[in-house]
């Protein structure tokens, strides 16, 4: 699980690696390309479906229930068997669940939480100055990537 970390440690870091490796000019490349990736992340104003699953304009999506017993009945339609129920609601959170960048954020009566119970102003979303930096700079407690979130960053 990776931690989300501020630029100054990042690039920190990097220059730890750049500076204990012999072919340095060809890793000095990559490790700019890296910190450049990171920045970039670390501007992006921030968005409700980057901390919970939601639709395209950016509601948030309930996990679909699905109740099997109802929903799975098996029907034979041209020679195959298929389910009749619509999945299309379930696939769509499943999507969206893959593209949330922080763990362990959720909504409770319409407003975002972190553990602990720490409110986020939600009506700030889409600002350019409230950005992921902000948020870091901000937050009560590490706040972890999820998988996705780490390989848009740059450090996964």
């Known amino acids: 699980m990776s931690k989300l970390i501020s630029m100054t440690d990042y690039v920190e870091n990097a220059w730890t690696l ?17 910190i450049v990736k990171y920045a970039k992340f670390l501007i992006q104003p921030l968005t409700l479906g980057m901390f919970v699953p939601c639709d395209d ?23 195959h068997w298929c389910c009749s129920c619509d999945r299309s609601s379930e ?50 407690q590490p706040i972890k990537l999820t998988d996705y979130g780490a390989i848009c960053a740059g450090i996964k």
């Open 57 to 79: 304009d950016g509601n948030f999506l309930k996990e679909p229930k699905v109740d099997t017993s109802i929903c799975c009945d098996a029907v034979l339609q041209n020679g």
């Open 91 to 140: 696939g769509k959170y499943q999507h969206a669940k893959t593209v949330v960048l922080f763990e362990g954020f959720y909504i409770h009566h319409g407003e975002l939480y972190y553990p602990n119970q720490v409110h986020f102003e939600t009506a700030l979303f889409g600002q350019d100055w409230f950005n992921i930096e902000h948020l870091l700079q901000n937050a009560y």
């Open 18 to 34: 750049v500076t204990s490796v012999e072919n340095a000019c060809e890793h000095n490349s990559t490790q700019l390309r890296a």
